[in-house]
């Protein structure tokens, strides 16, 4: 009786169940990578959120401040020396953030951070005195750096993480003052009616 059936038998086997287990190992280690890079991506998320949040808390302490000496007319006045504390606390949870993320983040992320880092602190010298408290131009043309820097950073970090869709950025709203003088003006206009007034009825 020849062997050589049972023996191909037990190769077919054999190796079926070799191919059996490097397509389960090999399976195995993309559910692993998919896992691992998942939980990158969140602690990633998490990272950027809270530089960003620091980031904002900082620049909302600035402007407080900055109302206070006549900087800014948007946010409500905080004393510079109530708020000199609070500024360096919010200065110091910003630079560990940012410490954080320059571990987990790529290169251009890390860039974007750091140009951030830079327009934010412009607003707060303005906050502590450093520069000229009259320049309300200067002032100005900071909080325009400062959202370009927000921008600039949400994109790359967004491309980083995958994310789809499009875009919105972020603009500086105009001063609630000069909105209002607006409308007061359109409502002067002669022949412009009040807003939500009622059109006179037609007649029959």
């Known amino acids: 009786m020849s062997i050589v059936g049972p023996l191909l038998a037990l190769a077919g086997v054999l190796l079926g169940a070799v191919l059996s287990y490097a397509f389960s190992v090999q399976g195995e280690n993309r559910r692993e990578r998919w896992a691992l890079s998942r939980e990158w991506r969140e602690r990633r998320l998490q990272t950027y959120g809270a530089f960003v949040s620091d980031i904002k808390r900082m620049k909302s302490v600035a402007a407080r401040i900055a109302a206070d000496v006549g900087l800014d007319d948007q946010a409500p006045p905080m004393t510079r020396e109530a708020g000199k504390d609070v500024l360096a606390e919010a200065n110091m949870a910003r630079g560990n953030s940012f410490e954080t993320l320059s571990l987990i983040a790529g290169r251009e992320v890390v860039q974007a951070a750091r140009a951030l880092n830079r327009?934010?602190?412009?607003?707060?010298?303005?906050?502590?005195?450093?520069?000229?408290?009259?320049?309300?131009?200067?002032?100005?043309?900071?909080?325009?750096?400062?959202?370009?820097?927000?921008?600039?950073?949400?994109?790359?970090?967004?491309?980083?993480?995958?994310v789809t869709g499009v875009f919105s950025p972020r603009e500086e709203e105009g001063s609630p003052r000069e909105q209002y003088e607006l409308e007061r003006q359109a409502r002067t206009l002669p022949g412009r009616r009040p807003p939500h007034a009622s059109p006179a009825a037609e007649p029959n």
């Open 119 to 162: 327009a934010v602190w412009r607003l707060e010298w303005f906050a502590r005195g450093l520069l000229d408290d009259t320049d309300v131009d200067g002032w100005l043309v900071a909080k325009r750096g400062y959202y370009h820097a927000l921008n600039r950073f949400h994109e790359i970090a967004r491309h980083e993480l995958g």
